[in-house]
């Protein structure tokens, strides 16, 4: 089944929707669209108290009836129960562990440093599809993967400089690879699914799932009262975030990957890191080195040897 497309040519010129939902371009501005996810957490963190599993929830809950009209705007022949299983796994490993280890790293770390880190996803997406389908890595893609992590490994060094708190960078930097190893396994899942379903869908149904999972977790160690009490900028950035780095990125990730294929769509995103950077910069007065940009250049570098290499 061809992966489906939402009616808007009432409303968009015919050029300007072809050109947003051609593979790359898909994958560009879902990069883009995650990118600035960090900065939003990060200004809600600074306008009042609130805690990591709070802010998911209100991300989640604000997305949530985004989801729901993806799915009722798709349609589609009724999921076997095997289908929901893969819904549900998606949704639980996608969008409710990656989000949830992400934001609770984003409360130790800066914005640059995180999106650092889940942009070496798609070396993960390598060693995964490697490890399932039990194929050798060629030289060229571990020279592209060391490139990474050596990039890695320099923007690191930046945080632990600015920071008096290295305990706190270090964990806060497992959490996050912790979220950027569970979303290279959503990113694979996607791939088996995007063409059964179609993008509408599949993003509808696992953003859905993850919702359950995350409003489900919150009534567990939270009171429903305790949202009535944030304060209304926490609210403010929770939206945009549902908005511009949830529900309108999950859709173009899955269109992407529909398109282009896992690996490729995950190499794509190259704009990510260095908007992250420059809007942590400009918005959040993160500071920046020369380690750090050459640990953006390296990090891209070997992201991109990955996408060429792969690709030829």
Known sequence: MAASTPNTSSFVKPEVLAWLLDGRNAAL????????????????????????????????????????????????????????????????????????????????????????????????????????????????LWVGMVLTYLGLLAAFWHDLVHTEASMAVLIGAGWVFLSSLTFSAYYLGTGRYVKQLGSMRLAGLAGAMASGFVLGHFLLVRPVSSLMTLPLAVWGWALAMALFSTVLPIWLAARAVALLGAGKAAAMGTIGPVLTIVFGWMILAEPFSWAQLLGLGLVISGVSWISHSKST
């Open 29 to 140: 501005l879902a990069a883009a669209g995650f990118s600035l996810k960090a900065i939003f957490v990060k200004l809600a963190y600074a306008a009042g108290p609130v805690d990591a599993i709070t802010l998911l929830a209100l991300r989640m809950l604000l997305a949530l009836p985004a989801f729901i009209w993806l799915i009722h705007k798709a349609g589609g022949e009724p999921l076997s129960r095997r289908d929901w299983l893969g819904m549900m796994v998606l949704g639980m490993v996608g969008y409710y562990l990656s989000s949830l280890f992400d934001f609770l790293g984003l409360q130790t770390i800066t914005a640059g440093l995180e999106r650092l880190i889940l942009f070496t996803y798609p070396t993960l997406v390598l060693l995964l599809e490697s490890a399932w389908y039990r194929k050798p890595i060629s030289g060229k």
